[in-house]
Each structure stands twice: as C-alpha cells, then as structure tokens.
C-alpha cells in the first residue's frame, strides 16, 4: 500500500538557521504530495502542495519539490524563526483518491 | 477563505454520556472528514461523506456515529466512549479529490 516516511524529530535548530526535512513515499501512479504543519494546540494547516513531477511548491518561505525519480518531497527553509517551532506532516494522495496518507510527523524546535 | 469551524474546542464526558461534535466549512466543499489524532501522531481517518452520504468508514466503532445533515455541516456523535477515545478529534473538507483543509480540532477527554 501507500505509504510516506519522514525524518524522526526533534530537529533543534538556532535562529535563522537553514532547515531541511526529508519524506520519501511509496505509491503507485502519480500522486498529489503536501506539507501540513501542526502549531502546539492546533489543527493542521496546509502549508504547501504539489501535484506532478518537478512542480514547486512554496509558501511562507518554506519550498518543496516533487522529485519522481526519488520519490522525494523534501521541506526547506532558508532562515527559521522561533515561531516555526511546530510540528511538520508530510501527506500524500493518490489520484482519483480523497485518503491521504501521512508521514509520521517531524518536530521542529526553534531556539532563539 | 479555507476556514473550517468545530465546536466545542475543549470537551470533557463521563463514558455514560452523550455528547456531539460539531463541524461547518462555506466553501463549497462537497466531501467532509472526521480524524482522531492521539499525541505525537498523525491523523487517522475515521470517515468520509461525498455529497452527504457516508462513502468510507474505516471500520470505527459503533460508539462513534456521524451524521452530514447538508452540504456544510457535519457532526459526530459520541456515546459510551472508553478512556482510549481521549484524542483530538479533527474534521476537514475538500472538492473532490482534492486538497483537504482542516479544522483546529476538539480536545476529547474521557473520564
């Protein structure tokens, strides 16, 4: 079946450092991939998607590229800030499908 | 606008209680999701309406009803749940096949 794997947590990072989150995924044709991120208390919020090979996604500083030949959706940005400290999904959906299918999740713990 | 809106945001019951959660998006969304998240995990589908009829039940127990009264609401119903049901409950919607937008979640506690 589908599946998506990320990254085990916590990644500790300074300030304005640069953040890198890996998620790889398994899944038969060409899935939509997303980045949902999680504030302590919260709800998810979509953060950013992509829906076909080589597409960007980007949003808030943060970029994602869908990489079909290494069935990758890595998440960077270049300078954190203490309020990205929260939790980072990575997601996928098939085609023609409405389940997403979700990665185990990525804390993300910025200090000041 | 992708706001979807639950109440309550904080929920304490007995197991002997009955309790509903409450779900509403305006955007046009026709198909609707309940999810159970437990701490420091992802969400796990409980169900899905598509056009206001029930179209996956990922085999939940009975003690969880859902109901999708029209196009924008969507409830849960909550009957003789078990301590191990504590979790936060999330609803999202989408068109059809598409990105899914979540709620902020309602915190279940059973006592």
């Known amino acids: 079946g589908d599946s998506v794997t990320q990254m085990e947590g916590p990644v500790t990072l300074s300030e304005e450092a640069f953040l890198t989150i890996n998620c790889t995924y398994t899944?038969?044709?060409?899935?939509?991939l997303f980045w949902y991120v999680q504030y302590p208390g919260e709800g998810l919020q979509l953060l950013l998607k992509?829906?076909?090979?080589?597409d960007k996604g980007s949003n808030k500083g943060f970029e994602a590229t869908y990489r079909k030949e290494t069935t990758s959706f890595h998440l960077e940005k270049g300078s954190v800030q203490v309020s990205d400290s929260a939790v980072y999904f990575c997601?996928?959906?098939?085609?023609?499908?409405?389940?997403?299918?979700f990665g185990g999740g990525t804390r993300v713990l910025v200090k000041p | 606008d992708t706001e979807v809106t639950q109440t309550p945001k904080h929920l304490v019951m007995g197991m002997t209680n009955k309790k509903s959660l409450k779900c509403e998006q305006h955007?046009?969304?026709?198909?609707m999701y309940w999810y159970k998240q437990k701490a420091k995990k992802p969400p796990e589908l409980m169900f899905v309406?598509?056009?206001?009829?029930?179209?996956i039940n990922e085999s939940v127990p009975s003690r969880f009803s859902p109901e999708c009264p029209n196009s924008s609401l969507l409830n849960l119903h909550l009957h003789a749940l078990q301590p191990e049901d504590s979790a936060l409950y999330l609803c999202?919607?989408?068109?059809?096949?598409?990105?899914?937008?979540f709620g902020p979640g309602t915190r279940l506690t059973v006592l």
């Open positions: 999202a919607s989408s068109h059809l096949m598409d990105t899914q937008y």
């Open positions: 899944a038969t044709g060409y899935p939509s």
């Open positions: 992509a829906t076909k090979a080589d």
């Open positions: 997601a996928l959906i098939k085609a023609a499908g409405n389940k997403l299918t």
């Open positions: 955007m046009g969304h026709r198909a």
């Open positions: 309406y598509s056009y206001e009829k029930l179209s």
